[in-house]
């Protein structure tokens, strides 16, 4: 059974910068398509964004709201995904959850394995 597990979350300044990290069980990383997702306590109805995606091949793709300041990453050799944040804004507070597809999606629908997530909060 895949299992993923998120630390790395945690209380930041404005401008802060935290790194995320998301280990992997019972299977490889490089098979899914993992991502990150994140969301908001203010805004309890809305589904979760994606915020980054890694692809078998390495690629990636960010939502426009981080693109610049977050870097999605993974190391093969340690089965984790990581998400750098850099530049952070109190808009990215939020529940930070890492998950993997084997579809090729940023439906958060279409994610078969999630981790329990864990939180990120920015103060101004």
């Not at 090729?104 to 909060?121: A, K, L, M």
């Amino acid at each position: 059974q895949v299992q993923l597990v998120e630390s790395g979350g945690g209380s930041v300044q404005a401008g802060g910068s935290l790194r995320l990290s998301c280990t992997v069980s019972g299977d490889t990383i490089n098979f899914y398509l993992a991502a990150w997702f994140r969301k908001a306590p203010s805004n309890p109805e809305k589904e979760r964004e994606g915020v980054a995606f890694i692809d078998r091949d390495g690629s990636t793709k960010y939502a426009d709201s981080v693109k610049g300041r977050f870097t999605i990453s993974r190391d093969n050799s340690k089965n984790t995904l990581y998400l750098l944040m850099d530049s952070l804004k109190p808009e990215d507070t939020a529940m930070y959850y890492c998950a993997a597809t084997i579809w090729s999606s940023q439906n958060p629908r279409e994610y078969n394995y999630w981790g329990q997530g864990t939180q990120v909060t920015v103060s101004s």
